[in-house]
């Protein structure tokens, strides 16, 4: 029979494409329910699932901060029971730390870290039960790896994946499975509106160097990097249909062969120093050599990686 797959998130990006992928599968494996804060949002989502909206993909309220919300959308479900829990939703945060309040990285925290927990603290009993079940959680590479002026964002991305390690061994010995989708860049809406938002603030508390490492030397190359190597919501709702139809998933799943070098980094040597360095020169001296530097880095990418990562083709 079909499989439930219900995802969280499923307004705009990444989400929605993963909704639509999945309700829109020729063999109809799927009965997706599209879970979103606020369904007044569901126009896009609905446009682009077409014929198969009320069909393989149905709509339900979800706010992961919401410990009322989670419950009253899982009671919603048929017998509470779910097969595939996509873990999507998440929100980002940039700028220098001195300008961001500890309710903001708070707020962050809650979405990223604790609207995971929430989920799977709701979801998980039914799937041990059954002893079956596959949890994904849209992680980040900066999951993995740590970037500048993304502290509280990578923070919160660091805490799912060192959540998930733990989980995955339990889940294991019920037979559910556990899944990280790791996306480099992927272009939508936010990550547009979060550029231009955050040229234009000022950022009271930090210092004229630091907000101006932060605008003129920080963004263009975040902006650079985007352009070189970001990926399409498509890409990653392909990479995650690979994950969840694969026999034996990984734990971990980049998407991104571009990136894999600057992960790769990290791996070369544990120290630490070599990635620290690396991102320091990328930033500081080869800013405007960022494509060059990037090929270079291609090339260098380290084999068990390239294993590692999904090819959403
Ligand atoms: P997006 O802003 O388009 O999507 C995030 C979705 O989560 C939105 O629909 C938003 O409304 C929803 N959301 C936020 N708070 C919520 C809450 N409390 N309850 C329910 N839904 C909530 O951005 P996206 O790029 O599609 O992001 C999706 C996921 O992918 C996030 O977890 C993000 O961290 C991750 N990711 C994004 C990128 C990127 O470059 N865009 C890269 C790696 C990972």
């Known amino acids: 029979g079909q499989k439930v797959v ?96 500890i309710e903001e990285m708070k707020r962050v925290f809650e979405t990223n870290f604790f609207g995971v927990v929430r989920m799977i603290k709701e979801v998980m009993p039914d799937m041990k039960k059954r002893r079956s079940g596959h949890i994904v959680v849209m992680s980040s ?78 963004l263009p190359s975040s902006i650079d990097i985007f352009e070189a190597m970001g990926q399409t919501p498509e890409d990653i709702a392909n990479c995650t249909k690979k994950v969840i139809e694969s026999n034996s998933p990984r734990f971990r799943n980049l998407t991104n062969s571009l990136y894999t070098p600057i992960v790769a980094l990290k791996y070369a040597d544990e120290t630490g120093g070599l990635s620290v360095n690396t991102f320091y020169n990328l930033l500081f001296n080869f800013g405007p050599l960022m494509h060059i530097t990037m090929s270079i880095l291609k090339c260098l990418t380290c084999s068990c990686l390239r294993r590692r990562t999904i090819s959403p083709n």
């Open 6 to 101: 219900l995802i969280t998130g499923c307004s705009s990006g990444i989400g929605l494409r993963i909704a639509v992928t999945l309700a829109r599968d020729e063999k109809k494996r799927y009965h997706v329910i599209a879970t979103m804060r606020d369904l007044k949002k569901k126009d896009k989502l609905v446009e682009a699932a077409g014929d198969a909206y009320g069909k393989t993909l149905m709509l339900l309220p979800l706010d992961v901060c919401s410990d009322e919300s989670v419950r009253q959308c899982i009671d919603n479900v048929k017998d509470r029971h779910i097969d595939i829990l996509i873990n999507n939703a998440g929100v980002g945060l940039l700028g220098p730390l001195e300008s961001i309040s």
């Open 141 to 218: 590479v900066m999951g993995l790896q740590g970037v500048v002026f993304n502290d509280v964002y990578t923070a919160s991305k660091f805490a799912m994946e060192g959540f998930c390690e733990s989980m995955a061994v339990q889940l294991m010995k019920f037979n559910i499975r556990l899944s990280m989708i790791e996306p480099g860049p992927v272009h939508t809406e936010f990550e547009t509106k979060m550029m231009e938002d955050v040229a234009k603030m000022e950022y009271p508390g930090a210092d004229a160097d630091t907000v101006r490492y932060f605008k003129d030397v920080y």
